[in-house]
């Protein structure tokens, strides 16, 4: 079992920055694919970014260029540093695990773990 527990949401403005990061507990993440995802009210939930064992990172279009995804597995946590943040970001970015990811990274079914997520708010 992985436990994992997000942390750095908050309220920015547009063009600002925030870091999230992700913190595992249970297991090793070094040979889990982590992903994040992000929901906003009233859409269905979609991928951000994604990072894999071997180093691969991935990216949605709409956020490429401006996150960066990594890890850090001597402290068992994955972040995600968003620069440049519009209104359109806002949303519930959930981090997620797994270590076969069947349908792919970018595929929410192929994560098995997943945190509580964390808030962020863009202001315009």
């Known amino acids: 079992q992985v436990q994992l527990v997000e942390s750095g949401g908050g309220l920015v403005q547009a063009g600002g920055s925030l870091r999230l990061s992700c913190a595992a507990s249970g297991r090793t993440i070094s040979y889990y694919a982590m992903g994040w995802f992000r929901q906003a009210p009233g859409k269905e939930r979609e991928f951000v970014a994604a990072?894999?064992?071997?180093?691969?990172?991935y990216y949605a279009d709409s956020v490429k260029g401006r996150f960066t995804i990594s890890r850090d597995n001597a402290k068992n946590t994955v972040y995600l540093q968003m620069n440049s943040l519009k209104p359109e970001d806002t949303a519930a970015y959930c981090c997620?695990?797994?270590?076969?990811?069947?349908?792919?990274?970018?595929?929410?079914?192929?994560?098995?773990?997943w945190g509580q997520g964390t808030q962020v708010t863009v202001s315009s």
């Open positions: 990072h894999n064992w071997r180093g691969d990172t």
């Open positions: 997620a695990a797994d270590r076969q990811i069947a349908n792919g990274p970018r595929d929410a079914l192929s994560y098995d773990y």
